[in-house]
């Protein structure tokens, strides 16, 4: 059984670079990716589609920055790296 912590990882990974999202976006479909992933992967398609279901937009989506998870991401990083004293 996948831990609770592990479970969470996987829903904040990007899914195109698998790292823990860096200016996380949301897909029409609900997906969560970093922008500039996403933005690669749609600069050279006339179809744009979600790397995570494969669930296709009929014209490209405004992507905006999903600030809460931003923002919790900033705040889990303070934990990742505590001071030595």
Known sequence: MASSSGALN????????LDVCTDPVTTP??????RTCLNKCWTNTQTCFCPFCK??????PDLKI??????????QKMFENPCII
């Open 10 to 17: 996987e829903e904040l990974q990007c899914s195109i670079c």
């Open 29 to 34: 479909c609900g997906h969560n990716l970093c």
């Open 55 to 60: 669930e296709t937009f009929s014209r490209r």
């Open 66 to 75: 999903n600030t809460t998870l931003k923002e919790w991401f900033g705040s």
